[in-house]
């Protein structure tokens, strides 16, 4: 590793990240399933789509479709205001 100019303890880094990355992706995937297959349960209920799809059609369904997933959030700004930068004291009580 060192003759490609990386120090062994980059790469340990590099591959606690990749690991906490797989770990991520492995905890969405996990979230979507739990949320799309009520999704697509509901859908299957109506008999409109119980009779239009085949089996084939059904054994292509996934629950890990996510498009309908905003990861970033929903942002709305004002453009003729300032955002308040400024830290806030909490006070917590007890």
């Known amino acids: 590793m060192a003759a490609l100019g990386v120090s062994r303890s980059a790469s340990v880094v590099g591959g606690l990240c ?9 905890l969405f995937q996990s979230a979507l399933v739990h949320v799309n297959t009520p999704l697509i349960q509901q859908v299957l209920a109506e008999p409109k789509w119980a009779q239009r799809l085949t089996d084939a059609d059904r054994r292509g369904l996934l629950p890990l479709f996510w498009t309908h997933v905003n990861p970033y959030g929903r942002f709305e700004r004002d453009m003729n205001s300032r955002l308040d930068l400024l830290p806030r004291v909490v006070t917590v009580p007890g």
């Open 18 to 26: 990749a690991v906490r990355l797989a770990s991520l992706r492995e």
